[in-house]
């Protein structure tokens, strides 16, 4: 059996140190596209944000705690080229936070009952929400290490 509480965990660290990472870094940075890319640092964390909330909440028939603009932001497919103003980074902080947060709290409280399968872009097929919780770990690292390259071409 799946140790929900564990996978939280995993996921929360990696919120973590991309909580830590906004805070280090210059907003410059954070919203510069490296050449020959279409995205942001800024993108990629909230787009990480977005994909766990579709992924888990959407598909549940679950109503999100992001809101549809913010999705709209982020959402796969969009770029900051679209943006008319830049999103806010404190909003963006905080729901790296607050999106772990009630997470757990919707895991223990058993919220989660039916769940619309779909196909990762990677060819596996997610068929409930722990499986979602799952390649939302998988998603954030892979992410997670776009956000290193840009760090290092941006430097």
């Known amino acids: 059996m799946i140790d929900e509480r564990f996978q939280c965990e995993i996921l929360r660290a990696s919120r973590t140190r991309l909580f830590n990472l906004i805070e280090a870094t210059t907003s410059d940075i954070i919203f510069k596209i490296p050449e020959g890319f279409n995205n942001n640092i800024m993108w990629q964390i909230g787009h990480c944000i977005t994909s766990q909330q579709r992924h888990m909440y959407m598909r549940s028939g679950l109503p999100m705690y992001i809101s549809k603009d913010f999705m709209e932001l982020f959402k796969i497919g969009s770029a900051p080229a679209t943006w008319q103003i830049n999103p806010d980074v404190i909003e963006v902080k905080q729901l790296l936070s607050e999106t772990i947060n009630r997470l757990e709290s919707d895991l223990q409280s058993g919220l989660f009952i039916n769940y619309e399968p779909f196909e990762l872009p990677i060819g596996i097929q997610v068929k409930n929400h722990i499986h979602a919780l799952q ?15 840009y760090l290092k071409l941006l430097s």
Do not use: K, L, T, V
């Not at 390649?135 to 390259?149: K, L, P, R, V």
């Open 135 to 149: 390649a939302a770990i998988y998603h954030e690292a892979e992410h997670s290490g776009i956000i290193n390259m």
